[in-house]
């Protein structure tokens, strides 16, 4: 089973680390048979699995049900549970009774976004109280309104320093690794460079420590919008698309359920009812 260790083991063999998305029970059952090594149910669930425009309006409530559904099919990728927005950002004490509920639901370790001294202390008695703690740095979702939206992050060298010190704050307060989102490949090279913990890229080219990316937007499931650091792997919006189109069909046309798909009734009942 993996755990925290296992990606700071993967960082001091310069092995990468591959991290995906899952917010359903079958989804987490193929990754972990992929051994994927770590699963992060993300509250990018907001949009691809519950319809949100955005990921505000999800609760812990709503992520601690997918947690569970996750846990239930992984058995042994690392899974993180995302504190959605506003779920930890009240005191240190919300965060960790969120953070707790989290670990409750079958995560093995939860992930904040930002740096701030609020975080930090979060960080830091998460970590102490039994934990583990994935920073999230860069392009950070939940403050999107206040950044100005969708914007690359990291993009001067007094910016890339400013990221790389809170990276360092996150570090020393107990974080295990640190995701590092939307920026350039040099800035998060840079960043990897000085930091002793892993970094995990998510448009943030190759040279962090392992990636991440959302399940359904790599395999073609998710098609609202297709970010541009994501590759597809497979198309199976227009796979499930065509096997739906054709059950409908083989349905209309009586083709569908065939003697093979139906069940029959014993012969000497059939003969009772004349």
Known sequence: MKTVNTFQRLKDNNEKIAMLTAYDYSTAQVLDKAEIDGILVGDSLAMVALGYENTYNITIDEMLVFVKAVSRGAKNSFIVGDMP??????????????????????????????????????????VESGIPVLGHLGFTPQLMNTIGGYRIQGKSADKIEQILECAKKLEQAGCFAVVLELMPAESAKYITENLNIPTIGIGAGKDCSGQIVVTDDILGKFTDFTPKFVKKYANLHDVVLGGVCAYKREVKEEIFPSQKESFELDEREKARLG
């Open 85 to 126: 927005f506003m779920s930890y950002n009240l005191s240190v004490e919300q965060g960790l009774e969120n953070a707790s509920k989290m670990i409750k639901a079958g995560a093995s370790a939860v992930k904040l976004e930002g740096c701030n001294e609020h975080i930090l202390n979060l960080v830091r008695r998460a």
